[in-house]
């Protein structure tokens, strides 16, 4: 039976009752993944391939006050960490925000944020096998994107088939190629900047005040700016999920939210600095979708095969969220099925893990990428706006849910308050109003405006599903 907040069992009672379940209360999930296997995917999670491509339409609608904005965005994403980490702390679950929004706000409002969540990932694993494929196809001209698609999904099908272990050792290895590739990046723009890199001169703030200044495109450019950098984020709630099949799922979740500030300041924010202080913002390269501003960059400073190098790195980034996206997916569709929420045969456990939601998120993935070539301006692009928006629903759940359950923590199982979210409950309302000032710049926008219609909509399907079913469970209680 699916539990509301006035329904449910003390959280010191319920933590018992499902220990060994993932919080979730279905079959026992493996604990296969290590303290390396988390802290790396906790580093690598925030560098994407929306870092290091999708970065350069921001640059050019916001100029050097791209930095500002990442800055901004980033504090908004260090407050959801922080919050996701109070909760994930205290009842560590492989359906993370979903099943802290069940407890805390209804059954509705996990089935909800859990679903979306899952569309989301499977339509993210969709477009990131695209993108794979796009770059091997430039590199073999001779073959076709399915052929690539294909084997990315087959191999990444196989890595979440079997033990979880595997899953953390490829993206073990994938976040430190990544972690490599920007340290590197970073040195190299800081060499330049103060003129020790051979062949170049100190830029000085030649380029963050000239060329129109720090804010180019006024304030407007900024706006456009925020809104890119804000869905760059997206993805770091998946450690959260990940936490709950490690040996110590406490201490897992604690050290990735205390080292997101750090992370965030320097992958993101340092980064944008580095690239609008080296270079002109108004570079044609760092906009092009073929090179990005990295590329861009090291162009820029005469590195030897820079593109060559940044678009292995970005393949990688590619491949990692596939085998991310199709974990996490399956994670949280696992959790919804074993709360009741979902197909009840889906939620078989063997050898530790959910092959059966493995091999329902992988299929969606399938037919998403097959839309993507029979209708790529129409169903695929469809799916693609319905979940455009979904990172703010979670965001915004995750956020309703804290301020609940944090009030019943303090009076129930205040021992369990390992992680706190800074000056309660004062920035969990900033945070709040970050989302729904997001929201509205959306609305400004036609095409975001799409998405986020798109997106609003499918959550009201979504959540009169689920309050259906919430008012059904109450009824057959009776």
């Known amino acids: 039976m699916n539990r509301t907040p006035s329904s449910a069992a003390p959280l010191s009672r319920q933590a018992d ?19 390396r296997h988390l802290s790396m995917i906790a580093l690598g999670g925030v560098i994407g391939a929306g870092l290091f491509v999708g970065s350069g339409a921001g640059i050019a609608a916001a100029g050097p006050s791209i930095v500002l904005a990442y800055a901004i ?12 980490g109070e909760m994930a702390a205290a009842n560590p679950a492989s359906g993370s925000f979903s099943v802290h929004a069940e407890r805390s706000i209804g059954s509705w409002a996990g089935f909800t944020v859990g679903w979306m969540f899952t569309a989301l990932l499977c339509v993210a694993v969709a477009a990131e096998a695209l993108g794979a494929a796009g770059i091997m196809v430039h590199w073999f001209p001779g073959t076709q994107p399915w052929m690539w698609v294909l084997l990315f999904m087959v191999i990444f099908t196989g890595t979440n088939l079997a033990a979880v272990g595997n899953f953390g050792e490829f993206e073990f290895w994938f976040a430190a190629l990544k972690v490599a ?83 965030i300041a320097l992958f993101y924010v340092g980064s944008m600095a580095v690239i609008v202080t080296v270079i002109k913002w108004s570079t044609p390269a760092i906009a092009d979708p073929e090179s990005g501003p990295y590329i861009a960059v090291l162009d820029h400073l005469k590195i030897p095969a820079a593109g060559q190098i940044m678009n292995v790195v970005i393949l990688v980034a590619l491949l990692s969220a596939v085998n991310a996206n199709i974990y996490g997916s399956s994670r949280m569709a696992y959790s919804l099925i074993s709360r009741g929420q979902g197909p009840a045969f889906l939620g078989k456990v063997s050898g530790g893990v959910p092959r059966r939601a493995v091999l329902m998120c992988v299929s969606f993935g399938f037919l998403a990428v097959l839309f993507s070539f029979l209708w790529p301006d129409t169903l695929f692009k469809w799916l693609l706006n319905m979940v455009g928006a979904a ?29 706190k979210m800074w000056a309660f409950p004062v920035l969990t309302w900033v945070a709040l109003a970050g989302i729904v000032a997001v929201l509205l710049l959306m609305l400004r926008d036609e095409n975001q405006r799409i998405q986020l219609l798109f997106t609003g909509g499918f959550g009201v399907v979504l959540a009169v599903i689920g309050l259906i079913r919430q008012k059904a469970v109450a009824k057959s209680a009776e």
Request: proline share 3%.
């Open 181 to 263: 590739a920007i340290g590197i990046f970073l040195v190299l723009g800081l060499l330049a900047i103060f003129g020790l890199l051979p062949g170049t001169h100190a830029a000085g703030t030649s380029h963050l005040t000239g060329d129109g200044g720090f804010l180019p495109n006024g304030v407007d450019g900024l706006m456009v700016g925020l809104l890119a950098s804000v869905f760059a984020y997206g993805g770091l709630e998946t450690v959260t999920i990940a936490a709950a099949e490690s040996k110590d799922p406490v201490r897992g979740v604690a050290s990735a939210v205390r080292t997101a500030m750090w992370r």
């Open 17 to 35: 009752a499902v220990q060994g379940a993932g919080q979730d209360g279905g079959p026992a999930l493996s604990n296969g993944l290590k303290q």
């Open 391 to 419: 990172v703010l629903v979670v965001w915004g759940f995750i956020a309703a849910a804290q301020l609940r359950m944090r009030r019943r923590l303090e009076r129930e199982a205040p021992e369990k308050l390992v992680v």
């Open 73 to 84: 965005s980033g504090a908004l994403v260090m407050l959801i960490m922080r919050m996701l």
